[in-house]
Structure formats: structure tokens, C-alpha cells
């Protein structure tokens, strides 16, 4: 037998060494294929692999929670929401989402390309933000365009439509700047915010100036929450649905409801007897400062901001003359004109260098230096003491108080009540004012402070300037002997079940000195001005007189220039509209026992006695009508929708009459 021969065969142990090297380099090759694959999977195509591997997805629907209510005094809604449907896009489960589906969405939805291109940023900042929270890419879809969303879903993966409760404001324009309305959150509100432990996501809607922005922690409530399992393309499955159980859904809390002061049967009759195209009215409660009814015309209607306003309606807006996104009661100031002599006789009496029954002869003007200044009746008045001065509204009495005093104790009066700060209603955007002392003027005017300002200053001109609410106040102050209030326009906010959350209360900002004697003065004065022949608002309050009965209104009328006065006087009707003087009125009844003060502006609208004072004391008559009703038969808190009942408001190519012949209806003499 022959031995096998070795001498070329290979030894037992390189043979494994070298099938441990061919299986380790299996390995290695094995491992790197696979990280390439999971680099390919998670890095290069994470998110859309992301989304289609989750075919048992649990995806979380937010239940919006309904926003509160606004209602007036008496319960009537005022602002409520309507139901409607939004387009929203998930992005984790929008598959080639911008070469199909968006361009699809703009197709269906008619969309320009700055729209278009405003979702493809907000779908690329939500994929890295928030990839599976859905956002709005359409708000308010009409019945087309849900009908054309609906037959295409086969291609709009992670598109669905949804119903949202949308607001809903039935004044419309009227209270708008009270109001205020609402759009889409930013995206650093959506940061600030949520920082601060608020819950908004991407495309939510948040207040926008007036009680929606400045009460937007109440009227928000909290949202809810329903667990759903999806498939890869965000589509329900409701099979497994099924089985999460009762904890799968958080219902949504309401928000709070606004209860405002203002009693919309009051600011209707403001609304409808305004004549003016521009301008206020306040009518507030001398005794706690809540206001009952506020007119800041012309408005804008929430609405249109709050819904689909197009880049034509908002250029529309901006070029408009009127301004109408300006509130006129407090964000608006203008010079006061006569309105201001009540302060002005306060200072007098409180300096001592003048007494009620202190004559000043008025010859139709008052000399300071080498120029005179008029007074507004030419011809004179004749010998005046304060009663007879404000009654026939004589700027000569008032020179020669600005003359003897200076301007300073004028304006320490004013500020004192309020003018050249802030009221402190917060609800509305306010301006300042001006109320010019002599070092305003050492700054800001040329050559510095000279005592003719001092004579602008004492009649309601000059750098005088005032807005309504300001001048409601001072009003409002002098009716109820000095204390100047904070106006108000929440009284109280309460749950979905009427139940008080916060009740509001009045508040004092301070008690200006008066002496009694000479406030009776000052009072009286005003009563002649509406109840004495000669008096510049007497003819308005003869029309209201039996409706008035035994009322007794205490005013004063304004007319302040817009532009200076000629060698000759124009009449009303023979100025171009924005030349036109402005018109006031302001006053308090009953002037024994004050309740409810009112101040009426209207912008380029004439005289005071002629174009201001009618739209107040038709407000006063209708307060003391309402207030006699609600005594003999209260009224229950109504809790139903307002629904809008008024007249078109003037508008502006109706008044832009130029010089020529007179309008119908046009007076023939203006009145102080």
C-alpha cells in the first residue's frame, strides 16, 4: 500500500485561515452596503422614507376650541364665528410636493405666483420645524373650490379640508377699531409666543388691534386633541381607530366672552345722526368712565382683514384719503378750538386774577403788541363776565386771561385733566396729544416761546391738540367735580356658562381740585350756551327740547381752522372739503346731576353749532329715552345676534363740494 503524498497539499490551519479572510471580507463588505443603504434611507431620503414607513402612524388633530363672543351691554352678540372650511397640508405626507401637489393646489385654487411660492417656503420651513403639523394653504374655501379640491385628493397627498369656525363680525364697519380683527400669526410671534407656554402652531389667527388683540388670552380658549392612526399618506385608518380608546381625544376648551359698556341702542342713534364722512363721537358715564357708545368714522370691516383681503382691496385702503384704519376717538388729536375755554376759565378763577363777574370789553379783537387778534364775531361783543363769555363763546374774555396769566397755569390745568398723555383705556392705540407749555415751545418752535402762543393756546388753537376720548374726559371731570376716570369699554369677561371670570370696576386716576363756586360758574356758562338765546349751541337743543322734557344739557360748542383765516371769511359751501373748518361739541346732562357726557368731532364738517351739536344732543335725548325705558321694564339680556339695522354712512364724494353757489341744505351763517 502507497502513502498519500503530502508534499504539496496544504497544511489543516492556512487553509481556515483563509476562509476566516474571504468570510470576514464578506463582512465588512456586507457592513459597508448596508451603511451606505441606511445612509441612503436616513440621511439622503430620511423624511420621505420617514413618512412611508409609519403606515400605523398616530397622528394628533387639533380640535379648535371656539373663540369667545363679544356682546354689548344688554348680551346682544356682537362678534360670534361662523362655520367654514380651510385647505391645510401636512407636509410629512405631501409626497412630490413641489412638483405636483402645490402645483396642483395653485391650478385648483387659482393661485399667482407669489402665492404659490408663499406655501413652498412654508412647507419647507415646516418640514424642518413641524413636518406632520398641518397648516392652513387656503382659508374660507367657497363651495367650488372645495368641490374641485374633492375630486382631485387622488393627487394631493397630505391636502385635506377641514372645518374651522371663522369670525364672524356683524357690525361690520361700525365699532371695527373698537373691534379690531384678526390674521395669521408670524412665525416670531409663533416663537415669542409659544416660549412663553402659548400652544399656536403655523397659519393660526390671533387678534389684531382692539379687544382682539388686547384680550386675545381670554377669547382664545384652549384647544383639544383627537388621536387618529394614518397611513403613509396621512389617510385615516379607521379600523384601528378603533382601539385607542377613550383617551385618544381631549376635548377643547371655549374661550371667555367679552361683555362690553357699550349698549348698541345708543351707538345705533350715534351711527345713524352722525352727518360726518370723518370724525368721533364718545359718549361716556361721567361717574365711572365706562363708555356707552364710541363712533370713529369712516371704519373698516374686520371681515374683509380677517378673511381674503386681495393686495387691490388692501392698496384700496391705503390710498384712501379718510384714512379709514385710523381710530378717530383716541390714535387721531386735533386742535379743540372752543371746547378748551372751559380749562382755560378753571385756570383763570384758580390763578385769582380773575372772578366770575369780571368784565373784559370785547371791540371785535384783542391788540397784543403791534398785531391784533380777532375774535370770532367782528363786530364785538361788548362788555362780557366769564357766564356771558362762554354762552356767547367771545375769544377776547379768553385772550386776556392767556395775556394777564401766561401760558403755563393754562396748561398745568390741562395736563392736570388729562390732556397731553394717555387715558389709559389701553383697548384702543392712543396718541398724546399736545398740551404746549412755554418750554414745549423754547424746543420745538422756531425762535422759541412768544405770549401770542399763550393767546392760541387759551381758545383751543395753536399747538393745542386734543383727541375726543382726552376731551371726554376733561368734560366727564368737570361734570362730576374732579374726579378724572380711566375709560372703560369691558365691563365684565365670563365663561361659556355666563359666569363672571373678571368683573371690572371703575378706576380713579386722580381728583383735580375745583372749588365748588367757581365750577357752578363755569357750569352755568355751559348751560347758557345750550339753553339761552345767543347761546352757539341754543338752536340744537330747541330741537331736541321735548324729548329733553325737563333734561338740562350742559355743552359747548368748537370750530377749529384747518387752514388760516383770509381778509375775508368763507363760507362752508364755498371750501373744498379738506379746507374746511373742524367741527365739535362737548357736554354733560343733567347739568345738576351729571350722568353721561358726550363729545362729538366732525372732521371738516363746519361749525359746532351747526354740525356737531344736533349729533349730541340727539345722543344725550336717546340715553335719557333708553335709560327711562329700561326703568319702567328692564330689559332681559337678549344673548341674540346683532343684526345691522343702519344707513349707509355719508361718504365722501357726497361733501367734496368746491367754491361755488351753496348746497342744498347748506346754512347761511355758521355758528361758533
Not at 383681503?309 to 385702503?317: F, R, S
Not at 373784559?360 to 363786530?379: M, V
Not at 371703575?506 to 347761546?535: C, F, Q, Y
Request: glycine letters at 10%.
Amino acid at each position: 500500500m502507497t502513502p498519500p503524498d503530502l508534499g504539496n497539499a496544504t497544511p489543516p490551519g492556512r487553509d481556515l485561515k483563509r476562509r476566516f479572510l474571504w468570510l470576514g471580507l464578506a463582512m465588512v463588505g456586507g457592513l459597508v452596503v448596508l451603511a451606505l443603504q441606511l445612509y441612503r434611507l436616513q440621511i439622503i431620503r430620511g423624511e420621505e422614507y420617514a413618512a412611508k414607513s409609519v403606515a400605523n402612524f398616530v397622528k394628533e388633530v387639533r380640535l379648535r376650541a371656539d373663540r369667545g363672543v363679544i356682546k354689548d351691554a344688554r348680551g346682544t352678540i356682537l362678534v360670534d364665528s361662523r362655520p367654514s372650511f380651510d385647505a391645510f397640508l401636512t407636509p410629512a405626507f405631501c409626497t412630490d410636493c413641489s412638483e405636483k401637489v402645490i402645483p396642483k393646489l395653485a391650478e385648483l385654487l387659482g393661485w399667482d405666483a407669489e402665492q404659490r411660492q408663499k406655501v413652498e417656503d412654508q412647507v419647507r420651513v415646516a418640514r424642518r420645524n413641524a413636518p406632520f403639523q398641518p397648516f392652513p394653504v387656503r382659508i374660507d374655501l367657497s363651495w367650488d373650490e372645495m368641490d374641485r379640491l374633492n375630486a382631485r385628493r387622488d393627487v394631493l397627498d397630505g391636502v385635506e379640508v377641514v372645518p374651522v369656525p371663522h369670525r364672524n363680525y356683524r357690525t361690520e364697519t361700525v365699532l371695527s377699531h373698537v373691534l379690531g380683527y384678526m390674521n395669521e400669526i408670524n412665525q416670531d410671534e409663533l416663537e415669542r409666543l409659544n416660549a412663553d407656554g402659548a400652544k399656536y402652531a403655523l397659519g393660526d389667527y390671533i387678534g389684531r388691534r382692539g379687544l382682539e388683540r388686547y384680550f386675545e388670552s381670554y377669547l382664545r380658549g384652549v384647544d383639544g386633541v383627537r388621536k387618529e392612526v394614518v397611513n403613509a399618506r396621512g389617510k385615516t385608518i379607521d379600523d384601528l381607530n378603533d382601539k385607542l380608546g377613550e383617551n385618544s381625544v381631549v376635548q377643547p376648551q371655549a374661550g371667555s366672552n367679552l361683555v362690553l359698556s357699550i349698549d348698541m341702542r345708543l351707538q345705533e342713534e350715534a351711527e345713524r345722526i352722525f352727518p360726518g364722512v370723518a370724525g368721533a363721537v364718545v359718549a361716556i358715564d361721567v361717574n365711572t368712565g365706562f363708555i356707552k357708545a364710541l363712533v370713529s368714522r369712516p371704519g373698516f370691516d374686520p371681515n374683509l382683514l380677517t378673511g381674503r383681503v386681495t393686495p387691490a382691496q388692501m392698496a384700496a385702503m391705503s390710498r384712501d384719503p379718510l384714512q379709514p384704519m385710523i381710530n378717530r376717538v383716541a390714535a387721531a388729536h386735533y386742535s379743540p378750538g372752543s371746547t378748551f375755554k372751559v380749562i382755560t376759565q378753571l385756570a383763570a378763577f384758580k390763578a385769582g386774577a380773575f372772578k366770575p363777574e369780571t368784565a373784559i370789553n370785547c371791540p371785535g379783537g384783542y391788540k397784543l403788541g403791534a398785531r391784533t387778534w380777532r375774535c370770532h364775531k367782528e363786530s364785538g361783543h361788548g362788555p362780557m363776565n366769564a357766564k356771558q363769555a362762554m354762552q356767547f363763546s367771545c375769544d377776547t374774555w379768553f385772550f386776556k386771561v392767556a395775556d394777564t396769566l401766561g401760558l403755563d397755569p393754562i396748561a398745568e390745568m390741562g395736563q392736570a385733566l388729562g390732556l397731553g398723555s394717555p387715558t389709559g383705556i389701553g383697548v384702543l392705540g392712543e396718541v398724546l396729544g399736545i398740551m404746549p407749555t412755554t418750554e414745549y415751545h423754547d424746543r420745538v418752535s422756531p425762535g422759541g416761546y412768544t405770549k401770542g402762543m399763550a393767546l392760541n393756546s387759551a381758545i383751543g388753537q395753536g399747538d393745542d391738540n386734543v383727541t375726543p376720548l382726552q376731551l371726554a374726559g376733561v368734560y366727564a371731570a368737570i361734570a362730576n367735580g374732579g374726579t378724572l376716570y380711566k375709560p372703560q369699554l369691558v365691563q365684565r369677561i365670563e365663561d361659556l356658562e355666563g359666569r363672571v371670570v373678571k368683573a371690572y370696576t371703575p378706576e380713579v386716576v386722580r381728583t383735580v381740585e375745583m372749588n365748588p363756586a367757581h365750577l357752578k360758574v363755569i357750569i352755568d356758562g355751559l348751560v347758557s350756551v345750550t339753553n339761552e338765546v345767543g347761546g352757539t349751541a341754543f338752536r340744537a337743543s330747541q330741537t331736541y327740547k321735548d324729548k329733553m322734557k325737563d333734561i338740562v344739557v350742559a355743552g359747548k360748542t368748537g370750530t377749529t381752522q384747518v387752514v388760516a383765516i383770509g381778509a375775508v371769511r368763507l363760507k362752508k359751501h364755498q371750501m373744498s372739503f379738506f379746507t374746511r373748518d373742524h367741527a365739535w361739541f362737548a357736554g354733560f346732562a343733567p347739568a345738576d346731576k351729571p350722568e353721561i357726557a358726550v363729545v362729538v368731532l366732525n372732521e371738516h364738517g363746519g361749525s359746532g353749532g351747526v354740525d356737531a351739536a344736533p349729533t349730541g344732543m340727539a345722543v344725550l335725548a336717546k340715553y335719557f329715552e333708553l335709560r327711562q325705558l329700561d326703568e319702567s321694564s328692564p330689559p332681559p339680556r337678549s344673548n341674540q345676534p346683532y343684526v345691522m339695522n343702519l344707513p349707509p354712512a355719508p361718504k365722501l364724494e357726497d361733501v367734496m363740494l368746491t367754491r361755488g353757489g351753496p348746497a342744498a341744505g347748506t346754512p347761511n351763517a355758521a355758528q361758533h
